[in-house]
């Protein structure tokens, strides 16, 4: 059964590791991390974007596949059901349809309305037992239409947040989503340790965590990192998977073209990309 993030980030903050959070497209994608998670004894959160959530058919339908995979699989990690980089809106709609845990990004809203709307949804995410993560200075690059240039968070802001309740905080230090381009300027931690430093234990998450370098990753762990997100990179790797299939004209070989056989190269790539991750992040066997 679905789980809240809080219980997984306390103790990966507290064991200096970080759970990853895997953003879900379809089928395919949720199966994959799942089996990954089972299969590495990793603790594990299913992201899943506002634009996401509309193209598999609305949140009832992603809870109700999230749901039957966990018993039908028999997922006994804990297991979070997230929404990423939610509105107001979205939050209140992934709470009803039985989201487990939700991001409500208030930062491109003045401070004291980011603070009004995100205190509400925290008294009702505690009621209910659910997660909730807030968002301090924007991510850069795009994600569902809000473009973001990677800005660095305000401490002072970020305290403010923290202490309304949140279970989570997204600082940005210069991360950004999507591939990172060649001038990119570098993680910075400064920021993230006089973050830290305000906001004390709270369990701190990196978005944007395809394409940073290995180094940076662990830094940000020691620093109080405990969430790392990650989309492009296990996209990357299906599609790189499917055209090598399709180039080969595997699809023109028997029944090749039948999709359990033409998405099974790119289910394994994301695989291997999780796993690759969960190894990176520290979070193989401590479910």
């Given amino acids: 059964m679905l789980v809240s993030a809080k219980d997984m980030l306390n103790k990966a903050r507290d064991g200096k590791y970080a759970v990853g959070q895997f953003n879900i497209n379809n089928l395919e994608w949720t199966k994959a991390i799942l089996l990954t998670a089972q299969e590495l004894k990793s603790p594990v959160i299913l992201g899943v974007s506002e634009g996401a959530g509309k193209y598999m058919c609305g949140y009832k339908t992603v809870v109700g596949m999230v749901n039957g995979m966990l018993e039908e699989l028999n ?19 992934c709470i009803e349809a ?13 401070i004291e309305e980011n ?12 009621e209910l037992g659910l997660s909730i993560e807030a968002e301090v200075g924007s991510i850069g690059g795009e994600e569902d239409g809000v473009i ?11 305290k403010a947040i923290a202490d309304l309740g949140v279970t989570m905080l ?8 999507g591939k990172y381009p060649e001038n990119w300027a570098g993680l910075s931690f400064e920021t993230l340790a006089a ?8 369990p701190l998450v990196l978005h944007g965590g395809t394409g940073i370098p290995e180094d940076m ?12 997100n990650v989309n492009t990179e296990c996209q990357l790797s299906f599609a790189d998977a499917t055209r090598k299939y399709i180039e080969a004209g595997k699809d023109l070989q028997g029944k090749g073209f039948d999709p359990r056989k033409l998405l099974a190269p790119g289910f394994e790539a994301i695989k ?12 193989i066997g401590k479910a």
């Fill in 195 to 202: 973050v830290k430093e305000k906001v004390g234990d709270m």
């Fill in 115 to 126: 603070v009004a709307k995100t205190t509400e949804l925290v008294k009702t995410c505690n």
């Fill in 217 to 228: 990753i662990k830094k940000a762990i020691s620093l109080g990192v405990a969430k790392i």
């Fill in 75 to 93: 997922i006994t990690v804990p297991v979070a059901l997230h929404l990423d980089h939610g509105s107001y809106e979205g939050a209140k709609a």
């Fill in 148 to 158: 973001g240039a990677g800005e660095c968070a305000d401490p002072d802001e970020c």
């Fill in 272 to 283: 291997a990309t999780v796993k690759e991750k969960m190894e990176l992040f520290g979070s």
């Fill in 170 to 177: 997204a600082a940005g230090i210069g991360n950004i989503h």
């Fill in 98 to 110: 039985g989201f487990s845990s939700v991001m409500f990004d208030g930062s491109h809203y003045p």
